[in-house]
């Protein structure tokens, strides 16, 4: 960093720490060294990062393959550039940002055929190496992409997860003017953006959520149905009847193993289910035969390419596409507990999101 730079950016921070994960985890903010940004990196000063339920989930203990001890957090990050570290090149000071799930490297096979969330040699932002839940982050440029002004920072840092995840899921399951599409989770942050995109493709969406505070929230997204999961018939004659026994085109899953076999059984012939996202992750059964002999497709969806959140950013700047934000906390200890308590108990539609260096 030049001396400039350097005069401008402190040199400690706050970020939030996982002391001890459980449920409820134990938190605490904590001051660290300013990260200085490496060959062909950027310095963020974060704006905004979303609570997604992955970090609910190694918060938890659920999840704990791939999580480097004492990581930061937070990959759903909005922020702009305060420093480049040499040789950085694609963005400038001030430039306004969003962050892919993976800090790819930009070189490999899989990044060269825009596959950037699979990287040979990436590392994941908020689980290998620190994230958003911090006043700081250094990220590759090859895992930014420009914001313009007018997008607001918490609506920003979701375009990527979930918007773009939820983006990719659409486009993979093939999802055209009236198709019908069961969407599961459908008041969570992957699913209220399915649910509002799959709508605007057209598509007469099934919205399936446990939590019935959601139905008029999810009817004003879009969705043409809202099934309340676990009260009266179950999901798969909820979907034939809608379809006059036709069944549906796709499902866009981000629940797995708790909705099963329902999913397969709510599909017509040559139907697409597309699994974003498993809760639980126990093992699930699947009658080989019934893919089979209705022809049926199976896709997982891990991320987002650096082509669809270039979309999704291009989309938000002209308004096609409205982030679904929950809320926005402060970026203290209490404020990631109550995003923490928010996510246990089912309460945001869409996701809340976190805000650090925001003028009170």
């Not at 590392?123 to 607001?152: N, Q």
């Not at 109550?338 to 996510?343: G, K, S, T």
Request: with cysteine.
């Amino acid at each position: 960093m030049t001396a400039m730079m350097l005069s401008r950016v402190p040199k400690t921070m706050s970020a939030l720490s996982l002391v001890e994960a459980g449920d409820p985890p134990t938190l605490a903010m904590v001051e660290r060294d300013v990260p200085a940004p490496g060959p062909g990196e950027a310095l963020l000063r974060v704006e905004a990062c979303g609570f997604c339920h992955h970090d609910y989930l190694v918060m938890t203990g659920t999840l704990r393959r791939g999580v480097t001890p004492g990581v930061v957090l937070g990959h759903e990050i909005a922020g702009t550039v305060v420093a480049l570290g040499a040789g950085a090149t694609d963005f400038q000071e001030e430039d306004r940002v969003v962050s892919l799930l993976t800090a790819a490297c930009g070189n490999c096979a899989r990044c060269r055929a825009g596959r950037e969330h699979r990287c040979v040699n990436g590392v994941g932002i908020g689980h290998g190496r620190d994230g958003g839940f911090a006043e700081y982050v250094a990220l590759p440029e090859t895992a930014l992409v420009a914001v313009p002004t007018g997008v607001a920072p918490e609506r920003a840092a979701l375009l990527a997860c979930p918007a773009g995840v939820a983006l990719s899921g659409i486009d993979t399951a093939e999802v055209a003017e009236g198709d019908t599409v069961v969407i599961t989770g459908a008041g969570g942050g992957l699913g209220s953006h399915a649910v509002r995109l799959a709508a605007s493709r057209g598509a007469q969406v099934i919205a399936v959520t446990t939590s019935p505070d959601k139905t008029s929230g999810l009817e004003q997204l879009g969705a043409s149905v809202v099934v309340e999961y676990g009260d009266g018939p179950d999901l798969a004659e909820i979907a034939l009847a809608f379809t006059e026994d036709a069944g549906a085109d796709a499902v866009i899953d981000t629940v797995g193993p708790p909705l099963w076999p329902d999913v397969l059984r709510c599909l017509g012939q040559y139907g697409r289910v597309v699994l974003l996202g498993d809760v639980t992750g126990e093992p699930t059964p699947v009658r080989l035969a019934e893919v089979i002999f209705r022809d049926l497709r199976l896709h997982g969806v891990s991320g987002v390419s650096r082509r669809t959140l270039e979309r999704c950013v291009a989309m938000a700047a002209t308004g096609e596409l409205q982030p679904v934000v929950a809320g926005v906390l402060p970026f203290t200890q209490q404020g990631a507990e109550e995003a923490v308590r928010m996510v246990r108990e089912r309460v945001p539609l869409g996701r809340v999101a976190l805000a650090p260096n925001r003028p009170s």
